[in-house]
């Protein structure tokens, strides 16, 4: 739960995340009474005597314990900054999070994150598909540490990660569960909580078994991972939080003891975000419940218009989960709404697809998602052509699949450029 400032409450009652993203955590009388937050644009920071240097140093590398209510003193922008403090604070409120790190990346989140809390013998069991920088992350250079990655099915239910877990030795030795849910681009989800449950399970006195979630795709509007036991939040700041295609970012959320280990980690791997790209997220923060939510509704009239058209075979939209699907229970317990990634099969293969996406007039071909404005890729041979071909079919991602980012724009406006696009196809 998040230890809330006193502006967050009237009379008592906790106001909503959207009311206090204007001013939480800053206070104009800081900065000649600028109603915003400036730009704190320093790379480091006066003390006002050697003392409390002294003080503040002591605190920063945990030479001392930190009295109650005594917040690290402002040092050097690598350890910590003014806008980057603030967003945090703003951030965590979104997720009822205790705190908070921004990073330079989604990237630099996730592997920051792992790097904190992964040992030379753990396994990471991690479900499939994941965004392919993390693939290469798990697959690629943790191997080179000792860490053995082992995949799921994301579509595959609980039994999937029960069946690996199943393994004494695989069991002794999870580090960490790591989710990226809805799956990109199939929008398969995992249970969170039965991972929590099972994360919990195999943790030890001197060991904790982590659940970690990728919540970049629906959050933190639409699911919230702590609320259902998961430790860690992880987003790439790139997409919906940012929500203009105008900056690069990360944010890792959890419980205070957990981040202030992440913490140390970036402070010494160097991988906080500027308080430039702070500053932006913070801006950023204020529309975000409007932008998402203009984007949700957008995309339930794109994919209604999708699935009746006939040349379209399948569409991957949460919104048209129905009641006896598996996963309808999961979407029902852990999601809000089915935020605003779509995927489709159009009907043929490789070739009708890229018709297409060649046709699209304002729909833009690109990948990255999340922004204000609507774009289309084909997985297969973009943001999934590393995968294996047979792995990529196993996990749903066929030739003929598009991927649709909706935006805030009209919604017959998008429908339009859809349809003529797929007359061309
Ligand atoms: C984009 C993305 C990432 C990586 O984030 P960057 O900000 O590009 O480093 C990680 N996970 C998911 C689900 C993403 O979509």
């Not at 409007?290 to 949700?296: C, D, H, K, N």
Request: proline share 5%; hydrophobic share 45%.
């Amino acid at each position: 739960m998040v230890k809330r400032k006193s502006e967050a409450f009237i009379n008592g009652k906790a106001l909503r995340p959207e009311s206090l993203m204007m001013g939480y955590g800053y206070h104009p009388e800081w900065s000649e009474g600028a109603i915003k937050c400036p730009i704190f644009q320093t790379s480091t920071f006066t003390f006002k005597n050697a003392e409390e240097s002294k003080a503040f140093f002591e605190l920063a590398y945990g030479l001392r314990k930190r009295d109650p209510n005594e917040e690290l003193g402002l040092i050097y922008s690598r350890l910590n900054n003014p806008d980057l403090e603030i967003l945090e604070d703003r951030l965590a409120l979104w997720d009822d999070a205790e705190a908070g790190a921004v990073f330079s990346s989604g990237m630099s989140a996730i592997s920051t994150t792992l790097l904190s809390f992964l040992r030379p013998g753990d396994v990471i069991l991690h479900s499939e598909p994941v965004y392919g920088g993390t693939d290469y992350l798990l697959k690629q250079i943790l191997p080179q540490f000792n860490i053995r990655p082992i995949g799921f099915l994301a579509n595959g239910g609980i039994e999937a990660i029960e069946r690996v877990l199943a393994d004494p030795d695989v069991a002794h030795r999870l580090g960490m569960i790591y989710l990226e849910i809805p799956a990109n681009p199939t929008n398969a989800l995992v249970d969170i909580a039965a991972c929590a449950a099972l994360a919990q399970r195999r943790s030890s006195s001197e060991r904790r078994g982590l659940l970690a979630v990728d919540n970049t795709f629906l959050g933190p509007l639409w699911q919230q991972p702590l609320k259902h036991g998961a430790d860690l939040a992880l987003y790439s700041a790139t997409k919906f939080i940012g929500g203009h295609s105008d900056l690069i970012a990360g944010v890792c959320l959890g419980a205070a003891d957990l981040i202030a280990h992440v913490k140390t980690m970036r402070t010494i791997m160097g991988t906080m975000a500027d308080p430039w790209t702070g500053w932006l997220l913070m801006r950023s923060l204020e529309t975000l419940k409007l932008r998402m939510t203009s984007q949700m509704k957008n995309a339930r009239y794109v994919a209604n218009f999708l699935a009746e058209h006939p040349r379209v075979e399948r569409v991957y939209y949460l919104g048209h989960l129905v009641e006896d699907d598996p996963q309808y229970p999961i979407y029902r317990k852990q999601c809000s709404a089915p935020g605003s990634m779509i995927a489709f099969d159009i009907v043929g293969g490789q070739a009708e697809a890229f018709r297409f996406l060649n046709a699209l007039e304002h729909i833009k071909l690109a990948v990255s998602l999340g922004g204000t404005e609507s774009l289309a890729e084909h997985p297969a041979t973009m943001t999934h052509a590393d995968v294996d071909p047979e792995e990529r079919i196993e996990m749903g991602i066929t030739d003929q699949m598009v991927r649709l980012s909706v935006g805030i724009e009209h919604p017959e406006d998008l429908i339009a450029d859809l349809e003529q696009a797929l007359a061309a196809a």
